[in-house]
């Protein structure tokens, strides 16, 4: 059965100087224009395709890949606006239709908008930024350290609604912040804490679970926080320094400070390491 809006498998019927056309549902075709079927595919063989409908109503396929499809969240920009509702590019030549009952805010052209695709009682693919029914509150099945996928959310007082692996709700807490996310960016996560409720608290630093409750990154940050931001040891320390302060060797250290340095959270002056992002 050809599923709508999502990725499938097809059947290669036959090849015209037009395009290809693939085995459906029923006896029906679906055509892939010329320049799309990879090469050296020949009829029989099977090829992942996208299918959606176009302006006609028509099913169409492409192996060209969206910018979301069904059952998945993303943030993507108004393009129109008409009296029934606003128009997403999703990459696709038809944009994604957000009805106006399923905007929780009024949506304006250029704007951008976090959205979850679903497929209405009709079975048309749509889009709505009503999160709150497609996702969840909580998780009790996520481990700490897990590594997701997370879309920055809305800011609030605690810090960033975070939406996680399409599915979940988590916070991003503000004293976690060491730079600030851009709304709508997916971004590797970890989970910092699962709460007895199954509320997730989210990191963008990489989670000890060895016990110790927080990851060398977390440690240096954390030691430049308590000095006001600088602190005399760097990756020019000697090992027996470096040991005494983080129970590593130099070798670990040293990539640690790498990956701070080459994200602009810490540099390195007067023989110590500066906290950039405070």
Avoid at 13 to 39: W, Y
Avoid at 143 to 151: H, L, P, S
Avoid at 181 to 206: F, H, Q, W
Wanted: charged content about 30%; aromatic content about 10%.
């Amino acid at each position: 059965m050809v599923k709508f809006g999502q990725f499938n498998y097809l059947k290669i019927v036959r090849k015209t100087g037009r395009g290809t056309f693939l085995a459906g549902d029923s006896n029906s075709e679906l055509f892939l224009p010329k320049g799309q079927t990879p090469e050296f595919c020949e009829a029989g063989d099977k090829i992942e395709v996208f299918v959606y409908r176009n302006s006609d109503n028509e099913a169409v396929a492409t192996t060209k890949r969206p910018r979301a499809e069904l059952g998945s969240i993303a943030c993507l920009e108004v393009v129109s606006v008409n009296d029934v509702g606003a128009f997403l590019d999703w990459g696709l030549p038809k944009d994604l239709f957000a009805p106006f009952g399923q905007q929780a805010k009024k949506m304006e052209k250029g704007e951008r908008h976090i959205v979850a695709v679903y497929e209405d009682n009709t079975g048309r693919i749509a889009a709505s930024s009503k999160l709150n029914r497609f996702v969840k509150p909580e998780s009790r099945n996520m481990k700490r350290g897990q590594v997701v996928e997370a879309i920055v959310g809305d800011k609030t007082d605690l810090g960033f609604k975070m939406i996680i692996n399409s599915k979940f709700w988590g916070v991003l807490h503000k004293n976690d912040v060491l730079q600030v996310p851009n709304y709508g960016k997916k971004i590797k996560a970890y989970i910092k804490t699962v709460r007895t409720d199954g509320r997730l608290d989210i990191s963008l630093t990489e989670i000890d679970i060895d016990g110790s409750g927080e990851s060398l990154h977390s440690k240096v940050i954390n030691l430049l926080k308590e000095n006001n931001g600088f602190y005399e040891i760097s990756d020019k320390s000697s090992p027996e320094l470096i040991y005494n302060h983080f129970a590593v060797s130099k070798k670990v250290f040293k990539a640690t400070l790498g990956n701070l340095y080459k994200k602009k959270i810490i540099s390195f002056e007067n023989n110590g390491t500066k906290l950039l992002k405070k």
